[in-house]
Structures are given as structure tokens and as C-alpha cells.
């Protein structure tokens, strides 16, 4: 009798197993085949001091799942919903020595960025802190190969690349998920910065905001009708460690700028945002991660009280894990178009 009881448990588990394996595992995003993207290579230049082609063999994978959506005119295009899986621009970058060309005049990092681009002259670019700065690593990939995610009623297959696609997890609009890209170019902004470091006291009561060479608005407090956010924080420098766990309350930067800089493919590619303080310390930004983020991880304009030292107005950028792109003392935020 035990023996027969122990024989149908067996019996019992083998087909449970069984069904198991035929089953979908609780894993969304690995339901739908995978599918390899033809590869070129790649190669890095400008300001580092080992240019050269890139060698990917070496690299751990990573994964990042994307909702690809279009500005078409004045409205967003749905393509589809996939999961992509390559090399992230982390990794690919992480061996690079830099060599800046403004090294002399300012040593900090922040103001660098990265111009990517394909056969096809498509150009677009990231930040130097967009990729080595934030809480979530790894979400700028150069994908090697995808899968759909499938719509588990609707059974929607959405249109499939077949060339190595650049993939941009943090972005809503995806202009900057670009096919096969081929050559990283590494710059340092060049501006015309006067660099005070130490100043203190520090106040500079307003700030300009300029598209280009034209100077658009002079702002010295923020309009009654913005939302004020208020963002929990630990508040951690590259070098010094920890500066606080005091809250930060303020506005959307990106709402303040909207009504100065248009929403537009281009901008959304190739659009840069330089935020400098009376100091000259400054840092560069791309339009796309302030003005078009899909994880609301935004970018405030703190007000401080009168006559406070880094005041009046202060930028935290909430997505990055180190606080060295938080400009004290804004005198200046200018939208730039690389070309």
C-alpha cells in the first residue's frame, strides 16, 4: 500500500513537472523568440587617449525592455513593445581614457558628452553623467539582438530590426534608438566659463535661459502657477561622500524651459542643455533626459531663501546617484544643437 501510494506521488510530480515545461514562465518579456541583429563594428575617438575599435567580445550582456514611440508631427507614433538585449554604452565606454581637451582649465568630468552615429549620418547624443552618473545603470544599450513583447489577447506582432539597433530605456519618445551605429565621438564642452572655484559667499539672484546665442527669458523667481515636487534625497558626492538627507523642494525643470525650446526630432537627438553656475562650475545635460523621460525621475529648480550661500536657485538632478551635476548658484541654463 505505501509502496503503491509512493509510486502515484512520483507519477503525480513527473506530470506536474512536465506541464511546467510547457507552460510560460512568469517572465513577460521572454515569451516570443529571440532574434539575432546583424552587427558592424564599432569604433571610438575624439578626446581619449586610446582610440580605436571596440572589442565587445569580452562584455557581460544586459537587458532592457523599450516601448518605441515616434513624434509624427505634432503627435506619438506607437511602433511597438520589445525586449532588447546587447552590450551596454557603460560597459563599451568603460575602458576609455579620457583625454580632454579643456582638462587644464576644468578638470571635472561633468561637461562631457558623447556624439554617436551610423553609415547613414544619423547622429545622436548622451551625456557624459547620463551614462556613468545614474541610480539605474546599464539602460543605454547597443542591442545585438530582440525579442517582441506580445500582447497576451491581442497577439500583436510589432515590426522586428534586423541591424543592431541603439536602445535608450530611460527615453519616451525613442528618436535616439538608432540602427547599427558605428563610431563614438567623445568632446568636452567648449564655453566661454570663467572659473572661480571656492567663491563664497555665493549668489547669483537670477539666471538666463538661452536657445542658441539668443538670450529668451531672465528668471529671478519662479511663475505662482508651477507645481512645486518634493523629493526625498541622499544626497552623495562623488568625492566628498555624503552631504545630507534633507529633502528637496522645487519645479520641474523641464516645464520651465518647454514654453523656450520646442519638442522636436532633432532637439530630441541632438540637443544639449549647459547649466553653469557664477562660479563656472558646469555640467552638460541632453535635451532627451530632461525634457523627455519615461521614469519620472526629473529634474528640479529649488529656490532658496534670500541671500543664501549656492543661492538663489539650485538644480538636483533627481536621476543621478552623485550630486556633482547639482549646480549651485544658477546664472545660466542654454539649450545647444550639436552638429
Given amino acids: 500500500m505505501e509502496m503503491r501510494k509512493f509510486l502515484g506521488i512520483t507519477v503525480l510530480l513527473a506530470g506536474l513537472s512536465g506541464m511546467a515545461g510547457l507552460a510560460q514562465t512568469n517572465d513577460f518579456y521572454d515569451d516570443a523568440e529571440t532574434v539575432k541583429l546583424s552587427l558592424q563594428s564599432l569604433t571610438v575617438s575624439g578626446e581619449v587617449a586610446n582610440p580605436g575599435n571596440i572589442d565587445l567580445s569580452a562584455l557581460p550582456m544586459h537587458s532592457v525592455i523599450v516601448k518605441e514611440t515616434l513624434l509624427e508631427g505634432e503627435k506619438d507614433h506607437f511602433v511597438g513593445a520589445y525586449r532588447y538585449d546587447g552590450y551596454s554604452l557603460y560597459d563599451i565606454l568603460d575602458r576609455i581614457v579620457l583625454k580632454k581637451k579643456n582638462e587644464t582649465h576644468f578638470p571635472p568630468i561633468i561637461d562631457l558628452y558623447v556624439e554617436i552615429e551610423n553609415e547613414k549620418n544619423e547622429k545622436v547624443v548622451f551625456s557624459w553623467g547620463e551614462i556613468y552618473y545614474p541610480i539605474h545603470r546599464h539602460e543605454i544599450l547597443l542591442a545585438t539582438q530582440v525579442a517582441r513583447i506580445v500582447p497576451s489577447k491581442t497577439k500583436d506582432l510589432w515590426p522586428l530590426p534586423t541591424e543592431s539597433r541603439l536602445v535608450v530605456a530611460s527615453d519616451l519618445l525613442t528618436h535616439r534608438n538608432i540602427s547599427n551605429p558605428t563610431k563614438i565621438t567623445i568632446h568636452s564642452y567648449t564655453g566661454d566659463f570663467v572659473i572661480n572655484k571656492g567663491m563664497k559667499p555665493m549668489v547669483a539672484e537670477s539666471f538666463s535661459i538661452m536657445n542658441q546665442d539668443k538670450k529668451v527669458q531672465e528668471v529671478s523667481k519662479v511663475p505662482g502657477q508651477m ?78 531663501p534670500a541671500n543664501e550661500d549656492g543661492g538663489a536657485f539650485k538644480i538636483y538632478p533627481s536621476a543621478d546617484f552623485f550630486s556633482d551635476r547639482a549646480i549651485k548658484s544658477v546664472e545660466s541654463i542654454r539649450f545647444v544643437l550639436d552638429k
Fill in 227 to 304: 507645481i512645486n515636487y518634493t523629493y526625498p534625497s541622499v544626497f552623495y558626492g562623488r568625492g566628498t561622500g555624503i552631504h545630507g538627507t534633507t529633502p528637496f523642494e522645487g519645479v520641474l525643470l523641464k516645464e520651465m524651459l518647454k514654453d523656450f525650446v520646442k519638442l522636436s526630432v532633432e532637439n530630441l537627438q541632438k540637443g544639449l542643455i549647459i547649466i553653469a553656475g557664477k562660479d563656472g562650475y558646469h555640467a552638460a545635460y541632453t535635451f532627451s533626459e530632461i525634457m523627455n523621460r519615461n521614469d519620472q525621475a526629473e529634474f528640479l529648480v529649488i529656490s532658496t
